[in-house]
């Protein structure tokens, strides 16, 4: 597990005052100011976050140090990063989907399926993308219980009930 989680991205500036355009990737979105300060996803720049209104698809924020509007544009696509000791804990049936990137995946015979390369989410509910040895193109499972009835942690291994001729 990483030590920093993904919590939001700047959708570029917003007026000309060094403003940004924040989307905010909590379950809570108003939440992304308090878990700082964020770390760029390399990691050589924290910002502090405020909001100071909301916009359509997500906040009007200030970051220390972004004093321009040339310079909020200059971070758009930028993802931000916190700590995970200063985010809520989970559920038992809940993850971040940076957790689930690399673990394993299973049918419920035990048939390796690959591994999970990325966890999407377009607006119609979560969708982990497999991928592995012997597969031409990366095939998208839906991450709901009937599809995924078990993921185990300690394990890094995913039990998947795949829809019929997903995986051929």
Known sequence: MSDRVCVGAIAGSFGVKGEVRLK???????????????????????????????????FAARL????????????????????????????????????LIGLIVRDTGGTELGRVKAVLNH????LIEVSGKGMKEPVLLPFTQAAVPTVDMA??????????????
């Open 24 to 58: 905010s990737f909590c379950a809570e979105p108003d939440a992304i100011a308090t878990y700082g300060p964020l770390t760029s996803e390399d990691g050589a720049t924290s910002y502090e976050v405020r909001i100071t209104r909301s916009v359509k698809n997500g």
């Open 64 to 99: 220390t140090g972004v004093a321009s509007k040339e310079a909020a544009d200059a971070l758009r696509g930028s993802r931000l990063y916190a700590p995970r000791d200063r985010l809520p804990g989970l559920p038992d049936d809940e993850y971040y989907y940076t957790d």
């Open 123 to 126: 607006g119609a509910g979560d």
């Open 155 to 168: 394990a890094g291994v995913i039990i998947a009930d795949p829809p019929d001729g997903l995986f051929e």
